[in-house]
């Protein structure tokens, strides 16, 4: 098990496009967190999901967010009409459980939009 | 809501020098606090994870202690080495309000230990 997995590293985007990212989560956890990271700022949290349920959204995320987690595996988060607020560091984490366990973290997706 | 701040913002120290990170927040109704250093441009490496009923966690040169009820956590580095330079960043899963189930995050203390 290499760990929370984060698909693309970087991505440029023109202002206007769609993009998608991908995060693959440990093996077996149930929990599954999106978090957005702006320059000198902790993580803000987008979404999460137990298993397959989204079970809640921040009012950070626009109608133009929306993640998914098919089967309860891996996730996509994708965002349309990209702008330039939306320039970040896309990070999904992961928990086997809920209150008495850690939150491990992939390595995250740095989007550009131009 | 809750609200994790983190002093200080930047801390520069000499190589072996021992320190001292600290983390409040406003809201005691948590599960746990964890701490995680970040690298530049990449993702979260997590630390130590503190549960509510603890009082404190070690791992090596690094010892973190919490206080619920006063909404305070510290991170104690022993002997600290370049290699420690990073930003750390502490957050608490919430237990209650608007913010349950979720991580707070402070905005994280600049670490850079020279040689």
């Known amino acids: 098990d290499t760990g929370v997995s984060q698909d693309p590293r970087h991505k440029i985007t023109k202002r206007g496009q769609n993009v998608t990212f991908r995060c693959d989560p440990i093996s077996e956890h149930n929990r599954l967190y999106w978090y957005r990271q702006t320059l000198g700022q902790g993580p803000e949290f987008l979404t999460y999901f137990q298993n397959e349920a989204q079970l809640e959204k921040s009012r950070l995320l626009s109608d133009r967010f929306s993640a998914e987690r098919p089967k309860g595996s891996f996730s996509t988060l994708e965002i349309q009409r990209t702008e330039q607020g939306d320039s970040a560091m896309y990070l999904c984490?992961?928990?086997?459980?809920?209150?008495?366990?850690?939150?491990?973290f992939g390595q995250g997706t740095r989007l550009t939009v131009v | 809501k809750q609200e994790v701040t983190q002093i200080p913002a930047a801390l520069s120290v000499p190589e072996g020098e021992n320190l001292v990170l600290n983390c409040s927040f406003t809201d005691s109704a948590i599960y746990n606090l964890q701490w995680f250093r970040q690298d530049p441009g990449k993702g979260l490496t997590s630390l130590l994870l503190i549960q509510s009923s603890q009082r404190e966690q070690t791992s090596g040169r690094l010892n973190a202690s919490l206080d619920k009820s006063s909404g305070r956590s510290t991170l104690y580095i022993a002997a600290s080495q370049p290699g420690d330079s990073a930003t750390y960043l502490c957050?608490?899963?919430?237990?209650?309000?608007?913010?349950?189930?979720?991580?707070?995050f402070g905005q994280g203390t600049i670490l850079t230990v020279h040689p």
């Open positions: 984490a992961s928990s086997p459980g809920f209150t008495l366990t850690e939150a491990f």
């Open positions: 957050a608490v899963l919430n237990a209650g309000g608007t913010s349950y189930g979720k991580l707070t």
